[in-house]
């Protein structure tokens, strides 16, 4: 029988717990912590993570547990996540901009779910509020995960327009109809969470562009001003680029923008297919 055996840091132990200086009103928030960098053993206040469990002296991702007093802070996952940064822990480290759902860089897996942990309402989660980096990509640190490979694959399908020569005199105009092609696509904030949530992804992401990059190519596709169709087409008409969706349909689900990379997808397959 085939035996696979996990690399040594994919175990992930228990970590320290920290309390909020008031307990108004406290919930449990458990965080993934980690960071590749640091050798040996230790969490970022220079305790140690022995827990004996035999684990000593290897630097393991860990779980620590905050209790955060959330009358204390603002509504989203993201003001709970500041307020453990600001007011118990400044070593925990994450992305966030724009805190409205326009950046994109807050994402992140809370409660088991890819999503904006500035527009996530932390009373819509029960229980203990379990938060992890956005899955199956290399963790720069913490809630930090490394997306050169998802912005190399963004470059490659050429998001811009590309339109003949000589450039008019005023701007390229569209028809009502042509621009309302363009709705459900244009809304993509590139956070990734629909990338991260299809296992056609997780096993294939250095050769198969995942749906973000692929809703972002079908934008340009699909957009009038554009005149380069048969190039963009050619380039995705690969087995492995665009044909390792077998409609999942995980990234439709998860997307915090309520758009629907699969259907993208689809359309991509459909284009291809009538070349
Ligand atoms: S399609 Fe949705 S989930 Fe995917 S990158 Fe764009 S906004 Fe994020
Ligand atoms: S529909 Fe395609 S892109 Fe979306 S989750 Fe499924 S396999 Fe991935
Ligand atoms: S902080 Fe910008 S999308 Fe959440």
Redesign the pocket.
């Known amino acids: 029988m085939a035996e696979f055996k996990l690399p040594a840091n994919s175990k992930i132990v228990s970590g320290k717990t920290y309390r909020d200086a008031t307990a108004a009103r406290l919930r449990t928030v458990r965080v993934y912590r980690f960071d590749p960098d640091r050798g040996g053993d230790g969490d970022d206040n220079g305790n140690s993570n022995d827990n004996g469990d035999g684990n000593h002296g290897r630097n393991l991702p860990r779980i620590d547990t905050y209790q955060v007093d959330v009358a204390a802070c603002g509504p989203m996952v993201l003001d709970v996540i500041i307020r453990i940064k600001n007011h118990i822990d400044p070593t925990l480290t994450f992305r966030r901009s724009c805190r409205e759902g326009i950046c994109g860089s807050c994402a992140m897996n809370i409660d088991g779910v890819n999503t904006l942990a500035c527009t996530q309402p932390a009373a819509a989660i029960s229980g203990d509020i379990k938060i992890y980096p956005l899955p199956h990509l290399p963790v720069v640190k913490d809630l930090v995960a490394d997306l050169s490979n998802f912005y190399a694959q963004y470059a490659s399908v050429k998001p811009w327009l590309q339109a003949g020569e000589p450039a008019p005199g005023r701007e390229r105009l569209q028809s009502e109809q042509q621009r309302e092609k363009l709705d459900g696509l244009y809304e993509c904030i590139l956070c990734a969470c629909?990338s991260t949530?299809?296992?056609?992804?997780w096993w294939n992401g250095d050769k198969y562009l995942?749906?973000a990059a692929?809703l972002q190519a079908y934008r340009f596709i699909a957009d009038s001003r554009d005149e380069a169709d048969g190039e963009r087409l050619a380039q995705l008409d690969d087995a492995f680029k665009l044909y390792?969706?077998?409609?999942?349909?995980?990234?439709?689900k998860t997307c915090p923008k309520g758009l629907n990379?699969?259907k993208a997808?689809a359309e991509i397959k459909k284009a291809v297919a009538k070349r």
Do not use: Q
Not at 197 to 201: D, I, L, M, T, V
Not at 244 to 252: A, D, G, V
């Open positions: 629909c949530s299809c296992p056609s992804y995942g749906p692929l390792r969706c077998h409609t999942i349909m995980n990234c439709t990379p699969a997808i």
